[in-house]
Nanobody, 119 residues
Framework: QVQLVESGGGLVQPGGSLRLACTASNMISTIRAMGWYRQAPGKQRELVAAIGTDASINYADFVKGRFTISGDNAKNTVYLQMNNLKPEDTAVYYC?????????????WGQGTQVTVSS
């Protein structure tokens, strides 16, 4: 069974940086996109950024210019470089891999990593 393993969360002061990483425990040959979502207490999970295997990238407006997503398709790994962090970025961050096959779409999710931005 494939698991997504995340790392890189933690506590950082406003204006600081963190780099998240997510790797699949086994190779997924049918991946079409990798991305990051976040969920703050009392709020719905929301897309932060996503990257397709064709290198197309999509960012949420609230992170444009501050966060950078990158991926290594051969290693089934996705990264999220987060700069100029703000207290409102505090949330649990989840990585997501989207796979497609003849049977349709399947989503893989990481367990989540806490990011706390506070002075």
């Amino acid at each position: 069974q494939v698991q997504l393993v995340e790392s890189g969360g933690g506590l950082v002061q406003p204006g600081g940086s963190l780099r998240l990483a997510c790797t699949a425990s086994n190779m997924i040959s049918t991946i079409r996109a990798m991305g990051w979502y976040r969920q703050a207490p009392g709020k719905q999970r929301e897309l932060v950024a996503a990257i397709g295997t064709d290198a197309s990238i999509n960012y949420a407006d609230f992170v444009k210019g501050r966060f950078t997503i990158s991926g290594d398709n051969a290693k089934n790994t996705v990264y999220l470089q987060m700069n100029n962090l703000k207290p409102e970025d505090t949330a649990v961050y989840y990585c997501n891999f989207v796979a497609r096959s003849q049977y349709g779409r399947y989503d893989f999710w990481g367990q989540g990593t806490q990011v706390t931005v506070s002075s």
